[in-house]
């Protein structure tokens, strides 16, 4: 960090295409917090890459069943999830922890892994960033529901800020009795 703070002191240049440690006076005179929020803007957290979205604005919420569907030819709701995501107006919506699962179902390292987190990049999944704002109604949520992990509780959650949207899965189990903290059913896309 020392290193850094004198760096932009000094003027040096830390990256050479952008205007962070420019030596202009008024890049200078900012502060380390704010330089070091314009170094860091292509990190991934949730805040950066997803743009603000209203609460009304959510159409589509996605599951990890649909988005390993949507990726992996060889999973058994591969042409559910086609015909029913192709269709869906981008972008569809989902929360950090739903991207993680599916991407250990899909295996780690794969050109499967690759071409969602490209869908991220590209803004065709948008990351919704719940926590640690909403967590603690996620963790009543998985009070309530025994069978209901964190990621499905992220989205139920998300469902509930989001009336208006539709949640697509293919856990029948976990969603079909399921009602948010306010009570409502939630609107589901499911497999037949």
């Known amino acids: 960090m020392r290193r850094f703070a004198a760096r932009l002191r000094h003027g040096t240049r830390l990256f050479p295409n ?3 440690g420019h030596s202009c006076a008024r890049w200078r005179a900012a502060s ?3 330089m070091w929020r314009r170094a860091t803007g292509e990190c991934s957290t949730g805040r950066v ?3 603000p979205e209203r609460a009304m604005d959510l159409e589509t919420i996605v599951d990890a069943g649909p988005l390993i569907g949507w990726f992996s030819a060889r999973d058994q709701w591969h042409d559910w999830s086609v015909a029913t995501l192709a269709p869906r107006r981008l972008p569809l919506h989902t929360t950090e922890i739903v991207v993680g699962e599916a991407c250990w179902h899909l295996g780690g390292n794969t050109p499967a892994v690759h071409a969602l987190l490209d869908h991220v990049r590209a803004g065709n ?3 919704v960033h719940l926590w640690p704002e909403a967590l603690a109604a996620t963790q009543q949520l998985m009070l309530r529901y ?6 499905d509780a992220s989205l139920v959650t998300l469902a509930e800020m989001c009336p208006k949207a539709t949640l697509i899965t293919t856990d029948r189990r976990d ?6 903290l306010r009570n409502r059913p939630l609107r589901l896309i499911l497999p037949e």
């Open 18 to 20: 952008s205007r962070v």
């Open 32 to 34: 380390r917090s704010l």
């Open 49 to 51: 890459i997803c743009r």
């Open 125 to 127: 999944v948008m990351l």
């Open 146 to 151: 025994d069978r209901m992990d964190a990621a």
């Open 175 to 180: 969603f079909v009795n399921c009602r948010g």
